[in-house]
């Protein structure tokens, strides 16, 4: 195999040199990232030598790169800093006791996104959604989306599915707050749902149905197909568009470092979500901004529920998994831009047990829910148990003041897929 490898002047250039001719590789060229201690003059590694990463491989189109070098040059985050560089460009990065390969996709013929994340709880469901909902109003669109409690065969949801349809899954041993039926009973977009197990560093995964789910999309003859992924793990299918789902209260470290670096580099869009007031999403962005491609727009936005049938007026319960640094605004918005009167506002759809704790407490005409975790098997029974009507809640995704249109560049992104 051709390779590339990534030198450091820490290193004695002979013991390189004779390094170099020993790998079981073709190598081809070499990169000094740093260090001088062992320099005396030019260094001579017995192949061409660069400075910069990407002339390398533009130049001599390895088909892997092989790392020579060590601390202190290439301490840990500047060499997940590094891999991320090379993965981004569909490449293997090894080194001494490691080997990190790239997400390997599926082809696909079909115009498509896709819609990934730096982590869970980021918000990335409610941007497939809010894409959806946007891109749905002038193309034909199917979404097909990957979750961690997906059907074991792609399922395909034409119809979305109400709250006692859910219940009705829940009690038959469905995960019904699936991602996919989120979407479809959120959008009433066309969805299809699919499982997948694993997440690797870079976002691949071990095992998962999505290729078959793909091909059940290509079916339904959609002009445009938009792939949900799970967590931080990316739909291992080919798409044209990438948009990235940063959350603004990750630490800027993680959000934008590590291997969260490869996930910024391949994106076209970057969303970072939840960019309240007691989050660090101004960091959080310019952590982004430091790493994206040029010309790589990165848009800080909130998320805001919305019921999806008319409260007005209705003394509410309203039911989530944002912090409890959030409640108060989220229940001001439900208030002032829906006219509800909230009486409660929990975050704890993923923990059953203080769900349980609160909804004993909790005196509401309706329960206001997010079809997360527990939102089906916990509030909804309960709900209909105590005979109060349980509405969905979808999370509207809105720019800052100031910040770029992020609609209008959501369209301009499914329209201009061939």
Not at 75 to 88: C, E, F, K, Q, Y
Not at 320 to 339: D, I, K, M, Q
Not at 348 to 359: F, H, P, Q
């Amino acid at each position: 195999m051709r390779a590339v490898a990534i030198v450091d002047g820490e290193h004695y250039p002979p013991v390189v040199a004779d390094a170099i001719a020993e790998l079981p590789y073709d190598v081809v060229a070499a990169v000094l990232v740093g260090g001088i201690e062992k320099l005396r003059g030019g260094a001579h590694y017995g192949v061409p030598v660069h400075a910069e990463l990407e002339d390398a491989l533009a130049r001599f189109a390895p088909e892997v790169v092989v790392d020579l070098s060590d601390e202190p040059v290439l301490g840990p985050v500047d060499r997940l800093a590094l891999a991320s560089r090379v993965l981004a460009h569909g490449l293997p990065y090894v080194g001494a006791d490691f080997r990190l390969d790239p997400p390997t996709f599926a082809p696909f013929e079909l115009p498509s996104i896709a819609v990934i994340g730096t982590g869970k709880r980021v918000g990335k469901t409610a941007v497939t959604g809010h894409l959806a909902r946007l891109a749905s109003a002038e193309r034909r669109l199917v979404v097909v989306a990957m979750g961690r409690g997906g059907p074991r065969e792609p399922e395909t949801i034409l119809v979305p599915p109400t709250v006692e349809a859910l219940v009705e899954l829940s009690r038959a041993g469905r995960h019904a707050a699936s991602d996919h039926l989120e979407t479809a009973a959120l959008t009433g977009v066309a969805t299809i749902g699919c499982r997948r197990c694993g997440g690797g560093l870079a976002g691949d995964v071990f095992v998962s149905n999505v290729e078959a789910g793909a091909r059940a999309a290509v079916a339904l003859e959609p002009e445009l197909v938009v792939f949900d992924g799970s967590g931080a793990a990316i739909p291992p299918v080919d798409v044209r568009k990438r948009l990235l789902v940063v959350g603004g209260t990750q630490s800027p470290a993680v959000a934008a470092g590590y291997l969260n670096t490869y996930r910024l580099l391949i994106a076209d869009l970057v969303v970072v979500t939840m960019a309240e007031a007691e989050a660090p999403w101004e960091a959080v962005r310019e952590a982004a901004r430091a790493v994206v491609r040029p010309g790589v727009e990165v848009v800080a936005t909130v998320l805001r529920p919305r019921p999806l049938r008319d409260l007005r007026g209705r003394r509410v319960a309203y039911f989530c998994t944002a912090p409890p640094s959030a409640h108060a605004v989220l229940a001001a918005h439900l208030e002032e831009r829906h006219g509800l009167s909230v009486a409660h506002v929990s975050g704890s759809l993923a923990d059953r047990e203080t769900l349980r704790r609160e909804l004993e407490a909790i005196d509401a005409e309706a329960f206001l829910v997010e079809l997360k975790a527990a939102a089906v098997d916990v509030v909804a029974e309960t709900g209909q148990a105590r005979g109060v009507e349980v509405v969905l809640a979808a999370n509207d995704v809105v720019a800052l003041p100031g910040e770029p249109d992020l609609d209008g560049m959501l369209l301009d992104m499914a329209r201009i897929l061939p």
